[in-house]
């Protein structure tokens, strides 16, 4: 199969030449098929946002190459607008997109700039309002009225507006609290059932990461150092410790009872899992006896 | 023990632009005592914040609907407002924003110059609150150049110069990275118990609220649940219904009792939990 | 890395003219400036040209670094040096080409005008370039606050100079996330004609104004609660204080006046 995005050798040092010079990203390779769900770990400053920043030609690799359906996204430097409407990103903090007065006009602005006809933009505002639940009582609202996690949802729908192949989402669950964080995953999870899309997320919640992604990359001092199924990465506990960054406690609590003898899988990330696993594993020790 | 901060029966609305009053905080009646660490946990638009702002008189209660009393002083009390805010300290949610000075020692220095201390005595309070967060060896940066972790320390020595007996976290931690609120939560922790700084911690992260000894669960602008944290957990249901975490290990094992394990209410670790697992 | 902006442009380096206490350095700074424009013939200007070049040897700045600052005002100076060469008419004429012509008192004047206006620009760079933002901005309230008989609020001025030096980096941040934000919805700045270059700032300057003003309330609240005031009954950690250092440069100071009187009056001949 074909790989949606594939990044080769791909490096960056901010301020070049200079005495402050420092290196976000170090040969940098790995390719994504379409249809993934992505989730991207690493502590600040790890090269995660440089790498985000990259993938949709915000920033230009001083060496290798960001190819988007086998194509170089710098073959035509004039056009990189354009891939900017395939590989939508939408940053962390809504505040620094939100600028209309209205949610409907906001969220118009990224498929105007495509150069869409009106009728076509509304259209597209429209579904990706309602993809994000944002029904039409909201539409006229200034979007400066809205809590948290209603800015956050549409900043997302903005840039879903634009219908990219692939979605790219920085910490989109940060500084929200719980019941608007399950809002914004639920919405993901159900924008990727329906349009069947690449996604990529960059969170720092392991919680978060072990609930939605097939596949986990890991940053660590401007490096790739993993990228594997959640399964293989989450069971580098020991690894992931070292670099600083923690596994969810179910995980944790199953290496301890593996440690004690019970016979259980280590490779357990969800509260669901747990629940099932341990049941069956009492039901099964009753039926020994 | 002494009460730092006292709510009686308080509550208080804010007007909208057509002047119509929502109550944000309702019948808060509440003793917080000289080196306590209290959580006040809740979701956004719970009231946590406003009861924050309360305690150190940004906010004052309605007209003849209860009163805040702070180290003896009811914060209506408007002569002695300074006293207040010099005893209670309040650290907030954004590092770029509270910080006014552009080196790190100066910024310190800024509360006790606002409240005329001596020049000597002001060198020593910062040297020894910048010691106190652990950093010192930066008091000479320019505070754009650190971590939020670090600007929320360098924020954390700004009130501990004032020499508070109590300070508030208004959610100081929610746009840190996880590096940064370790950071600061172990500070946050060494302030309480090396120090006897009375804490009041706001936050909606169940991970934070657990390291309290006591707290203070808010809805809807009113206390709904108070306790040690495994009273408090051990209502797992009533959490979830309101929109809150539990930790995940509580989580399982009340889920487990309803399957024929006998779990006691209000697991919080691991070690809890392999302690009261028997199959 | 944007993080690596430096606030102002102090150069940290220990020496003689760092530790002059900075009301002391701003008022020899204009004393400076005036002595410069007293030149009035070539020798004149020499001479302070070699002090300025020994005063900027004492600070240890390097001299690539206060080449940099020079480089930012070379059109200013090629431009005011043209203006003088082209339409100078006095002295001996040189060349003629129609109405313009070239003289020798003329070019003279250019080669005059460009030195000292760059030795305007060193001298006050040296300024920053030794001097801490804080310490400027106390030494500017210092120095001003005999304002405060005419009710000037001089504490206010300084502090709104620290806040801004603070935000600055901030601000500049702020906007770097910004536009990226809104490149990424396909926000077109690099096309176009005026029109709609100005319109294309508008997604950038909006959240940009909503998040400043977001910031002045908080900051505004922080400082409430840590019992801000304005300048009354406060007082200051950092207290200015002069040392022999300063008198030194006073006495220094002093001595180039003097010369700069005697040649002036002995170079007449090189007068401009």
């Known amino acids: 199969m074909l790989s949606i995005l594939r990044v080769e050798n791909l490096c960056f040092t901010y301020g070049e030449g200079t005495p402050f010079a420092q290196k976000a990203l170090d040969n940098i390779n790995f390719s994504i098929e379409a249809g993934e769900m992505i989730g991207v770990i690493g502590h600040t400053g790890s090269g995660k946002s440089t790498l985000l920043q990259h993938l949709n030609g915000l920033l230009r690799p001083q060496s290798g190459k960001v190819l988007f359906n086998e194509m170089d996204i710098w073959e035509k430097p004039k056009e990189i607008r354009n891939i900017r409407f395939k590989i939508g990103i939408c940053f962390q903090y809504p505040e620094h997109q939100l600028f209309e007065d209205t949610v409907f006009k906001d969220v118009a602005f990224g498929p105007t700039n495509m150069g869409l006809n009106e009728t076509e933009v509304k259209k597209r505002t429209r579904i990706a309002l309602n993809s994000v639940g944002l029904g039409m009582d909201f539409w006229a609202k200034s979007p400066f009225d809205l809590s948290g996690g209603e800015k956050r949802r549409v900043a997302i729908a903005g840039v879903i507006a634009m219908d990219p192949d692939i979605l790219i989402l920085d910490e989109p669950t940060a500084g929200l609290d719980p019941r608007g964080r399950d809002e914004i995953l639920a919405l993901l999870k159900s924008y990727r059932k329906d349009h069947n899309k690449t996604i990529i997320i960059a969170s720092h919640s392991m919680e978060d990461v072990a609930n939605f992604a097939d596949r986990v990359m890991v940053f660590n001092k401007s490096k790739l150092v993993m990228f594997d199924s959640v399964l293989n990465v989450f069971s580098k506990a020991e690894q992931l410790s070292e670099i600083g960054l923690d596994i969810p406690q179910v995980t944790q609590l199953f290496i301890r009872l593996k440690e004690k003898g019970y016979n259980i899988s280590k490779n357990i990330f969800t509260v669901e899992d747990a629940i099932k696993a341990l049941i069956s594993l009492k039901e099964g020790g009753m039926n020994d006896a | ?279 | ?272």
């Open chain 2, 1 to 279: 023990m002494e009460n730092i901060i006292e709510f009686n029966n308080v509550s208080c609305s804010y007007e909208d632009v057509d002047g119509n009053k929502t109550p944000a905080v309702q019948g808060i009646d509440l003793r917080i005592k000289k080196g306590d660490y209290i959580a006040v946990l809740g979701h956004n638009g719970s009231g946590k914040s406003t009861f924050a702002k309360l305690c150190n008189a940004i906010l004052l209660p309605d007209e003849n609907m209860g009163t805040v009393i702070v180290n003896g002083i009811n914060t209506v009390n408007d002569e002695q407002i300074f006293e207040i805010r010099q005893n209670v300290g309040m650290v907030f949610q954004n590092p770029d924003n509270q910080i006014v000075a552009t080196i790190v020692e100066d910024d310190v220095a800024f509360g006790p110059e606002n409240i005329g201390i001596e020049p000597s005595e002001i060198r020593r309070r910062v040297d020894d609150a910048l010691t106190k967060v652990g950093m010192y060896e930066y008091r000479m940066s320019e505070p754009h150049k650190l971590s939020g972790g670090q600007k929320q320390r360098v924020a954390i020595a700004g009130i501990i110069a004032m020499q508070p007996n109590c300070i508030i976290f208004d959610e100081s931690t929610s746009m840190l990275d996880p590096k940064g609120r370790q950071e600061v939560l172990s500070t946050i922790d060494y302030l309480n118990q090396e120090l006897g700084i009375t804490v009041v911690l706001i936050t909606h992260y169940m991970d934070e609220a657990v390291r309290a000894k006591e707290i203070v669960v808010m809805n809807n602008g009113e206390v709904i649940l108070k306790g040690t944290p495994r009273e408090i957990f051990s209502n797992v249901e009533k959490l979830k219904l309101i929109g809150l975490d539990v930790p995940q290990v509580t989580e399982i094992a009340f889920e487990l009792n309803k399957h024929g394990f006998n779990f006691s209410e209000g697991i919080l670790t691991i070690d809890d939990f392999i302690r009261e697992f028997k199959i």
């Open chain 3, 1 to 272: 890395m944007l993080k690596d902006i430096t606030l102002g442009q102090y150069y940290p380096v220990k020496s003689v003219i760092h530790r002059i206490d900075p009301r002391v350095k701003i008022l020899l700074l204009i004393i400076y400036l005036v002595t410069i424009f007293m030149a009035d013939n070539f020798i004149s200007l020499g001479f302070i040209m070699l002090t300025i070049l020994f005063t900027v040897f004492l600070s240890k700045v390097p001299f690539k670094v206060i080449l940099k600052s020079i480089k930012a005002i070379i059109f200013i100076v090629i431009f005011t040096s043209l203006i003088n060469i082209f339409f100078n008419s006095s002295g001996n004429v040189l060349i003629e080409f129609g109405i313009i012509k070239i003289t020798d008192s003329g070019i003279a004047t250019a080669i005059f005008v460009a030195i000292r206006v760059f030795m305007f620009v060193v001298i006050s760079s040296l300024l920053t370039y030794t001097t801490t933002p804080t310490n400027l901005t106390d030494a500017i309230e210092k120095l001003l606050s005999p304002l405060k008989v005419i009710r000037v609020d001089v504490h206010s001025v300084a502090m709104m100079m620290t806040i801004a030096l603070r935000f600055i980096p901030t601000l500049i941040e702020e906007v770097d996330k910004i536009t990226n934000a809104q490149k990424a919805r396909g926000a077109d700045m690099e096309s176009g004609g005026i029109g709609k270059r100005i319109k294309s700032v508008i997604p950038i300057l909006i959240p940009l104004f909503i998040s400043s003003f977001r910031s002045a309330s908080d900051l505004a609240f922080a400082m409430e609660c840590r019992c801000y005031t304005g300048g009354h009954g406060r007082t200051r950690m950092r207290q200015l204080r002069m040392t022999r250092t300063d008198i030194y440069a006073a006495i220094f100071m002093f001595v180039v006046i003097a010369c700069m009187i005697v040649l002036n009056h002995f170079a007449s001949f090189a007068k401009i």
